[in-house]
């Protein structure tokens, strides 16, 4: 069954740097709109940053200027590079993709999500 594994949360200081993979595992899978979202303790789930099928890229204000989103299509990962973390940077990651699947079927699948803990 197709799916999306991610990894590289944890715990880091303010100011410092993590990169998440997220990788599709289980099958063929073409990816073409894929993204980032987060989910912060008692908060609703946010758009972090997103790239199309042709690598536009669209950032969320909030971490303009520091975050980042890139693909690597011949291994089927995306990342998500961030730096100059802060604490409200604190939040479970999601990566999202939308793509066709092994029967050409257009489906959105979701990663399990990673937790990222930024210490002031």
């Known amino acids: 069954q197709v799916q999306l594994v991610e990894s590289g949360g944890g715990l880091v200081q303010a100011g410092g740097s993590l990169r998440l993979s997220c990788v599709v595992t289980?099958?063929?899978?073409?990816?073409?709109?894929t993204g980032w979202y987060r989910q912060a303790p008692g908060k609703q789930r946010e758009l972090v940053a997103t790239?199309?099928?042709?690598?536009?890229?669209e950032i969320a204000d909030s971490v303009r200027g520091r975050f980042a989103i890139s693909r690597d299509h011949a291994a089927n990962t995306m990342y998500l590079h961030m730096n100059s973390l802060k604490p409200e940077d604190t939040a479970v990651y999601y990566c999202?993709?939308?793509?066709?699947?092994?029967?050409?079927?257009?489906?959105?699948?979701w990663g399990q999500g990673t937790l990222v803990t930024v210490s002031s």
């Open positions: 790239m199309s099928a042709g690598g536009a890229t």
């Open positions: 999202n993709a939308h793509g066709y699947d092994t029967y050409r079927t257009y489906r959105e699948l």
């Open positions: 289980g099958g063929t899978f073409s990816l073409t709109l």
